[in-house]
């Protein structure tokens, strides 16, 4: 009995190697093609390794666009509108969490429907609103129009986490006469830390690897990478390389921060799920 | 004690709602008014009542659209579910190193829509694309260009159904362990002395147990599969032939293609309506607000 639990085991633990190798296979054949010469990356029949090292690819990418401006773009648009989502989200969340008024389980409602509301279908209004403002193509409206979407998101995952945290401790710094500011900067912020990475990890990822706001709200001073490595689809073959060194290069950090703080992007996944 | 009056919840729900209020809220109020309108090219608007609404509902409407939408739902989001709890059931062993390959198995989750839907254009591709030639080697196929996965109508929509897959069945995964952890050990230990089988174990054990996350994680699916965009514009733009197209690309293509705000506006109301109500009511039924706010 106990043997045949033994095998069992080790058939699951190759399978679940076997298919872990085959879920990346997409990924490495994109690292293996952007380390291809050109011409070797749309050849018939195609082969899996490269034939021939070369960077060929990475210096065709810079040649073709201007990839570093546009990842700077990505970075700032990203970072910023993260920063501003993050602030103002888990202070509009607490304050919804702690207050026990009627009022708070209408907006709370009223942030989930926000949060499924689907960007493609809003974003031209959002386009003729920038446009009004004299926005169109900076990055200041990337970094207002991104914080405004992720909102929902932030409160959202803000909510399970206040949730978690007993409501003895605001009691306690109110009795020792601490304002609902204090009480959320000093008592309930310092506790949140890991939800706040969580947010944080996620709305920065939102905005990274955001697309359709980009596409429509800059041209060229503040395009971001994306929109720059969608521009190779409507390209001739030749341009499948530099495409693959894009994403290459887009991804890696992507992929490296999330096997970093994997915690997080479990926790971030998985709130309100589990505890619901 | 009421922590927070009245005032400081409004003062501090202020800021953000500021945020959201101009550009989630009042677009969606833009468009509203807009749905009642047939606006021209040049914005010369004459109102028309519900029938940008009709039109949307009648033959060359978004029916063919909304069909596809479904298709891709039901496609996508059965075939991660099956394989992510597939794949949970063996990702739940532990050993050594078992750590490293569940993080491995995990990495497809952040990467951007958009390069994964350009990752699997280039895969798919029908002349130097490795999908075909790997089904050409195993002899699946007889000849690389059998199946042309993006050009051809009765394939596109399964092709960016493939990519959405690679996508998203990790977070099926993942949310299904975080699900499976809650499972009590002894209630395994029993039925295993009560003669319960593998599969039985599975289907009157474990997924009963993880009923309430799997069916957070549908809905969450659900409603991004239904509004999925960029891998379907990487791939395919919707085409050929509108053989992709969901809502989510015709009312984009309806904006910027064809210039017709008033149509597109109506077509977005009903598709943020549905899903909205959707959200709603699957919500209602696994979580009450009224518990969540102490």
Redesign the interface.
Known sequence: MKGRWEIG?KI??S???I??VF??I??I??IC?SFKPGSE??????K?FPQVFSVENFSGLFERMDAASFLINSLTAAVCSTV??LI??S??A????????K???V???LV???K???????????Y??ICELGLYDTKIALI??Y???N??FV?WTM?SFY?GIP?TL??AA?MDGAS??QT?KKVILPICKPGLATAFIFTL?LA??D??VSL?LTSTNAKTF?VG??G??SAY?LD?GP??AG?FL??FP??A???AA?RY??QG??A???K? | MRLISRKTLLLFFLPGAIFMGAFLIYPIITMVIDSFYKIGITGNRTFIGLENYIHAFTAGGFLKQLKNTLLYIVIAVGVETAIGLLFALFFELNYKGSKIIRSLMMTPLMIAPLVAGLTWKLMMSSSFGIVNELLTRIGILSNSSDILWLADEKWSLLACCIADIWLTTPFMMLMILAGLQGLDSSMLEAAKIDGANMLQQVFYIKVPVIKPVLLTALSVRIIDAARTFDIIWAMTEGGPNSSSETISIIIYKTLTRYNDAGYASAMAIIFIVVLVAFTLIFMQSLWNPKKKIG
Request: charged share 5%; hydrophobic share 60%; net charge negative.
């Open positions: 085991k699951g633990i399978l679940s190697v298919l872990t879920w990346l997409p990924y054949y994109v093609c990356v749309v050849a018939v029949p195609p899996f501003i989502a103002l989200g202070l509009a607490y304050a919804i969490q702690r207050s026990g008024a009022l708070s389980t907006l709370v409602v989930l429907c926000l499924m509301i689907p960007t493609s279908s809003i974003v031209v209004p959002v003729e609103l207002i129009v914080a405004a979407i909102m929902p409160m909510l949730e409501t605001d009691e109110y609902s500011l959320f990822f990274w690897n697309f359709l429509l994306t490595l969608a190779f689809l073959n499948l495409m693959c994403a887009f991804s992507v992929m921060i999330s096997l994997q992007i479990v996944m998985t309100g799920a589990v619901g």
